[in-house]
């Protein structure tokens, strides 16, 4: 099985800037679909942003509404991981942020970490 481990969250104030990276198991790396997601208290999980596999030319990537112009989402396969660059964070991205692995690259998404918490203060 896949493996995924979270880390870079933490406590930033409006405006700032956090990056997020998800190392992965597994060498075929390259050829899944990494996404973000993220659960905030009392809300269901919801998507941020994926990236698909990497082959002769770089993975495209989508972003839910919310984010869009303000986070990144990349990948680095020779280190087995995907980032997420957060800018201009607001009070409500505060959340568990999740990154998931889509073994197929086909939107569905077979492994998922243990998720990192995102604070931010108004």
């Known amino acids: 099985q896949v493996q995924l481990v979270e880390s870079g969250g933490g406590l930033v104030q409006a405006g700032g800037s956090l990056r997020l990276s998800c190392a992965a198991s597994?060498?075929?790396?390259?050829?899944?679909?990494m996404g973000w997601f993220r659960q905030a208290p009392g809300k269901e999980r919801e998507f941020v942003a994926r990236?698909?596999?990497?082959?002769?030319?770089?993975?495209?990537?989508y972003y839910a509404d919310p984010v869009k112009g303000r986070f990144t989402i990349s990948r680095d396969n020779a280190k087995n991981t995907v980032y997420l660059q957060m800018n201009s964070l607001k009070p409500e991205d505060t959340a568990v942020y999740y990154c998931?692995?889509?073994?197929?690259?086909?939107?569905?998404?077979?492994?998922w970490g243990q998720g990192t918490q995102v604070t931010v203060s108004p």
């Open positions: 597994g060498r075929t790396f390259s050829n899944y679909g």
């Open positions: 990236i698909k596999r990497s082959g002769w030319s770089i993975g495209r990537t």
């Open positions: 998931a692995a889509d073994v197929g690259d086909v939107g569905a998404y077979d492994y």
